[in-house]
């Protein structure tokens, strides 16, 4: 089985830890990943404001780089929604009928980490220890383009020493949505607000989510009100490990 690793923009230009996790937890797990070192964004900034056109050269890019995998995972609901659903979209208005076929074989390749280690490896607990108390945000493209509902929660479940705590009204968006952000900042805001206000009073010390563009949403509410809740991708935790040093001990023994 050839797997490929899609790191994503923000993950390869933001939080590279991310990437690292990925990797850390499947060769846990027994499965080689590779890195494509061509791989370029998925295009879906483009799609999001509607430059398909200009999109086509990106997708163009995406099949060259992970074509010969027999499964491509990334860290991101979003970048692997926009894949499945956005590049046939592109492709189709290219006039290409061999790009529009190598998207067909490729996009279903493209999976979510959740949706790979469940249903492709076949594990639901990885080995992985997190002492900490946890929410979950189940963000938007998961749970709307992909409808991967609660995968991530069962790999949490799973995890030693994790205490999974409720967020009310989660399936809410966080308000980020790419553009939509710089387009619509005041609406963005509010949502953002809303969204940290729930994760503060879940009394979480982490709040987990599977696409890093919402833990920055939500992370940056958090910071800026001082609220002692660390925002970790589902890799990072699901990566840890017994005796691991975790990144949120400075805020647990406060």
Same mark, same amino acid.
């Given at each position: ?9 923000i993950n390869?230009a ?5 990437g690292?996790?990925?990797v ?7 499965v080689h990943v590779?890195?494509?070192? &061509?791989?370029?964004c ?14 086509v050269?990106v997708?163009?890019s ?11 995972? #990334?860290?991101s609901g979003?970048?692997?929604?926009s894949v ?8 189709g208005?290219?006039?290409?009928a061999? %790009?529009a #076929?190598?998207v ?26 997190f002492?900490? #108390? ?11 383009m992909?409808r991967?509902g609660d995968l ?5 479940r ?5 205490? +999974?705590?409720?967020?009310a ?8 949505g790419? #553009? ?7 609406v963005s805001v ?5 969204? &940290?206000?729930?994760?503060t009073?879940? $009394? &979480?010390?982490? +709040? ?13 509410? %958090?910071?800026?009100?001082?609220? $002692?809740v ?21 805020? &647990?023994?406060?």
């Amino acid at each position: 089985m050839r797997v490929a690793l899609m790191v994503t923009c923000i993950n390869d230009a933001l939080f590279p830890d991310v990437g690292k996790a990925v990797v850390t937890l499947l060769r846990r797990l027994g499965v080689h990943v590779d890195f494509p070192e &061509a791989q370029t964004c998925c295009g879906q900034p483009f799609v999001n404001t509607g430059y398909l056109d200009e999109a086509v050269p990106v997708v163009r890019s995406f099949v060259s780089a992970f074509d010969d995998y027999d499964y491509v995972v #990334t860290p991101s609901g979003s970048c692997a929604g926009s894949v499945r659903h956005q590049h046939a979209l592109v492709a189709g208005r290219s006039g290409d009928a061999g %790009l529009a #076929t190598a998207v067909a074989g490729i996009a279903p390749r493209v999976l979510e980490l959740s949706e790979f280690l469940v249903g492709v490896v076949g594990v639901t607990d990885v080995g992985a220890s997190f002492p900490h #108390t946890v929410t979950y945000h189940p963000t938007c493209h998961s749970l709307r383009m992909l409808r991967i509902g609660d995968l991530p929660l069962l790999l949490l479940r799973q995890v030693r020493g994790i205490r +999974l705590v409720e967020l009310a009204d989660a399936e809410s968006c966080c308000g980020f949505g790419g #553009t939509f952000a710089v387009k619509n900042p005041d609406v963005s805001v509010a949502m953002g607000a809303d969204k &940290a206000r729930h994760v503060t009073e879940s $009394g &979480a010390e982490v +709040l987990v989510a599977g696409d890093s563009s919402c833990l920055m949403q939500i992370g940056g509410m %958090l910071s800026r009100q001082r609220a $002692g809740v660390r925002t970790m991708h589902l890799a990072e935790v699901l990566a840890s490990t017994s005796g691991a040093a975790h990144p949120v001990d400075s805020v &647990a023994s406060r």
